[in-house]
């Protein structure tokens, strides 16, 4: 378990840096440690991967990534961004909702609509569409990563 203190800073950093403002109370938040820093944090109204400093929504928060903003990949992208690779102008369909430079965001794949990865704007949602080429977002978490393995031993 986080201690009060580091749970309150946890909860301040997501409801500042999280889209849609959640707003979360969470106080007691278990934490999953992986190595590096890296860890997965578990709280009654969220579960999220902390990478360093950064915190994002975990990719089982299926309510909060269904409102998210997000890129729209085509199917070729999907084995490149489950192994990891940011997520590259070639292989985006479309953007969806609005976002700003190192706002958090998802990948969704378009066949299926299922959520790939959550990970960090690295681009205006305005301006992806006329790029031809260039990283558009970094992929912070995704199907199957060490966070996603780990969890389920968790759950």
Same mark, same amino acid.
């Given at each position: 378990?986080?201690?009060?203190?580091?749970?309150?800073?946890?909860?301040?950093?997501?409801?500042?840096?999280?889209?849609?403002?959640?707003?979360?109370?969470?106080?007691?938040?278990?934490? /999953?440690?992986?190595?590096?820093?890296?860890?997965? @944090?578990?709280? #009654? *109204?969220?579960?999220? %991967?902390?990478? !360093?400093?950064?915190? /994002?929504?975990?990719?089982?928060?299926?309510?909060? @990534?269904?409102? #998210? *903003?997000?890129?729209? %990949?085509?199917? !070729?992208?999907?084995?490149?961004?489950?192994?990891?690779?940011?997520?590259?102008?070639?292989?985006?369909?479309?953007?969806?909702?609005?976002?700003?430079?190192?706002?958090?965001?998802?990948?969704?794949?378009?066949?299926?609509?299922?959520?790939?990865?959550?990970?960090?704007?690295?681009?205006?949602?305005?301006?992806?569409?006329?790029?031809?080429?260039?990283?558009?977002?970094?992929?912070?978490?995704?199907?199957?990563?060490?966070?996603?393995?780990?969890?389920?031993?968790?759950?």
């Amino acid at each position: 378990m986080l201690s009060k203190k580091n749970g309150n800073q946890v909860v301040d950093i997501i409801n500042k840096r999280w889209p849609n403002n959640p707003q979360f109370t969470t106080k007691n938040i278990r934490t /999953v440690e992986l190595d590096n820093g890296e860890s997965i @944090l578990i709280g #009654k *109204e969220f579960t999220a %991967v902390k990478i !360093g400093n950064d915190i /994002v929504p975990f990719l089982i928060m299926d309510k909060f @990534l269904e409102i #998210k *903003e997000k890129i729209v %990949v085509d199917k !070729g992208a999907v084995s490149f961004i489950c192994n990891g690779a940011n997520i590259m102008r070639p292989g985006v369909i479309r953007v969806e909702g609005s976002f700003k430079t190192d706002d958090i965001i998802g990948a969704k794949e378009v066949q299926h609509g299922k959520m790939l990865a959550v990970g960090f704007a690295l681009v205006n949602s305005s301006e992806i569409m006329d790029m031809s080429k260039g990283i558009v977002m970094r992929n912070m978490h995704y199907i199957g990563d060490k966070f996603w393995e780990a969890f389920k031993s968790v759950r």
